[in-house]
């Protein structure tokens, strides 16, 4: 499968919303297209999902490692992968953009915003290639695709001016209706604020298919010798997955599938817990459901049930499920599950943003003394938690409940602010613990 990077010059330049474009045009031109995101984002890949009809993959170095994220690259089906990047092309001390593309040896197409330039833009799009060459990275940028264009003297000047060896991929129309709304956390999901059809067919049509179809490239599978075993275990995991719990990586439950029996099941809905031998809760957007959840008894029975010692891990929205109680910005608090000790509360700004590192200091659900994990943590809340609270991880980088220390522990319930990735090898784990 041939590949491309759209990477940004900055955060907040339009790259999901020229994702999405250049997926929809390359749908239409005949191509299977597979979706992609550089960094840990659960966001932008819901839009990419709506548009192109399968799962976006996940492409993260520090989450996975150079080898993982080959291998999860490769598990993508289709004719061209379009790969959004994060932030801008070199941003990020974890994993940035650049690190993507280097890792899978992509050629990059540049997304910068063309409003108020012509011929400074050519200029960014020059320096960002030679960028590369001073900072010694493999980094190869093509093309570029001005945002916020308009045709005529406007596009005319922006070709003329690019160097020979960038290509001028095409256009993207300054339109109302390419906006996303978005909110804490980042966009709207894509199921809850999708970009009208003909808005990003109308996009789509100033775009150069042929040449970016042209320009993408297969890049080198995962070496043979570093394949993780999938030897399926006699267990069964219910996983929740509704609105309030929406991150997850694809990966992650392909992997689970790999390994065991899955069945999913909606706490917001009131969903009894499936028959199982452990309960994953991912991240999401708990806040925004507190009364259904805390109304609806799936939280209830999830308490009894992890009290009588069923295994539960919960990441970040899965932690705030599990807690005593959860309180949001409007200064509701809702009854949670009841198991973890901690009460949590909303903010009203971010309190971690970072890819993160864990060193655990017992075993646990997803590791054993001694491992150290790599994750990323995303949140707007804090967790207030008694005094006499146990824990599975010390932090080696990032903030964890306390900034010390995170992976609550109560019964076999672990909850943690950082989300991970099967890569990690954690859900392994996970799953090899049910049958113990």
Known sequence: MRGFVLGGVSSGVGKTVATLATLRALSAAGYEVQPAKAGPDFI???HHAAVAGRPSRTLDPWLEGEEGTRRNYHRGEGDVCVVEGVMGLYDGSGSSTAMVAEALDLPVVLVADAKAGMESVAATALGFREYAEVIGRDVDVVGLIAQRAHGGRHERGIREALPADIAYLGRLPPREDLEIPDRHLGLHMGDEAPLPSAALDAAAEHLDVEGLAEIAREPPGPKAETARSAAPVAARVAVAADAAFAFRYPATVER??????????????GDPIPE???VYLPGG????HGRELAAGGTLAELGRRASDGLPVLGECGGLMAMAESLTTADGETHEMAGVLPADVRMRDRYQALDHVELEATTDALTARRGDRLRGHEFHYSTADVGSDARFAFDVARGRGVDGERDGLLEYRTLGTYAHVHAESGA?????ESLST
């Open 427 to 431: 859900f392994d784990r996970f799953v």
């Open 276 to 278: 199982c031998d452990g």
């Open 256 to 269: 689970l599938r790999e390994r065991a029996v899955v069945e999913t099941f909606s706490p917001v809905a």
């Open 285 to 288: 957007y708990p806040e925004l």
């Open 44 to 46: 932008d890949p819901s």
